[in-house]
C-alpha cells in the first residue's frame, strides 16, 4: 500500500492505492480553499491551515494512512510568503511532513495520475493534451512517446473571483488571463501535432461530467466520472443550470466550498476548449495525488 496527499489550491486530496493490484483502495477530497486570499494577502492565513489541518485528521480518520506516505503542496504553497512557516504549524499538528513541489513536477504526477486512471478505462495514453484545472493555476500538458511537455499558468478558479467581480468582468478577465495559453498550444502542435484525446482533470470538468451522468456531490461516484467523454454544450448547459440556482441549492450539487467557485472554472473550461481547439474532452478523476502514490509504488517494488 502506498498514500498520496495533494493539497491543491481549492481542495485536499488523498489516496491509498493497493501497489500489487494496482488498484485505488481508498479516497478522501474536502474543499479547504487555500488560496483563499492569497491575491489580497500573499500568505497562507491561520484560517485557511485549520482547514487543512483538519482535514488532514478527516482523511487519517476516514481512510487510514498506509506508509509510504508522501504530502505535497502545489501553487498556492508556491505563491505564499509564509509557506514555509505555514508547513512547519501542519507538521507540528498532524505528524504529515508536506513537500512544495515545482510546476515540473506537479505536471508529472498529474499526467501519471490521469495515464493511470485512462488505461483503466481501456482509453489508448500514448498521446494527449491535458489540462489540469486547479485553484490557483491551470497546468496544460502534452504527453508523447518519448515525455511531457507542460507549462503552467497563472489562471486559478479561485484567484480569478478574487480578481474580478461580476459574470461579465469575470470572462473578459478570464479571456484576457489565457492568452498565453493559445500561444503555448500554437506552438506545441506546430513541433508534435495535436493529440486526438484532450484530457481534463480537476473539479471543473468533474462536476460538468458528474451532472451529465446525473449526479450531485452526495452521489458522485468517481469510478463512473473517470473515462467520461463530455463536450462544450454539457459546459454550457452545466452553466446555465447552476447560474440561476441561489448559492445554497449550488452547494447541494456541486458541493460547499464550490457553490461559488464553480462558475469561473466553467468559464475557464469553456474559453480552454475554444483555445485548445477542441469539442469534446475525456474526464479524468484522477490527477496529482495518484501520481504521488504510484511513484511511491514504484520506489518499494521488489528490484
Known sequence: MATGIDIGSNSLRAVRIDCALAQKVAEYE???????????LGIITQEVIERICQAIEEARE?????????????AAFRKAKNAQEALSQIQQRTG??????????????SAKGVEFGLLQKGIDTQKFLLADIGGGSTELILKHRSGLVC???DVGILTAIERYRGQ?????????????????????????GKPKIFVGTGGTPSTVAALKLGMVYESYDARRVSGTVIDLEDIRSSYRKLLIL?????????????????MAGLMILEELMDIAGYYEM??????????VALE????????
Open 30 to 40: 474536502k474543499v479547504v480553499r487555500t488560496a483563499q486570499d492569497l491575491q489580497k
Open 168 to 192: 461579465e468582468e469575470l470572462r473578459f478577465g478570464i479571456r484576457q488571463l489565457m492568452r498565453p495559453m493559445r500561444e503555448f498550444l500554437r506552438d506545441i502542435y506546430e513541433i508534435f
Open 246 to 262: 441561489d448559492p445554497k441549492k449550488r452547494a447541494q450539487i456541486v458541493g460547499v466550498g464550490r457553490e461559488e467557485a464553480i
Open 282 to 291: 475525456v474526464v479524468s478523476d484522477e490527477g496529482v495525488r495518484e501520481g
Open 151 to 153: 507549462e503552467s499558468f
Open 96 to 109: 504529515i511532513e508536506v513537500e512544495i513541489i515545482d510546476t515540473q513536477k506537479e505536471c508529472f504526477y
Open 62 to 74: 476516514e481512510m487510514g494512512f498506509d506508509l509510504p506516505l508522501k504530502a505535497v503542496a502545489t
Open 296 to 303: 511511491l509504488c514504484e520506489r518499494v517494488a521488489p528490484k
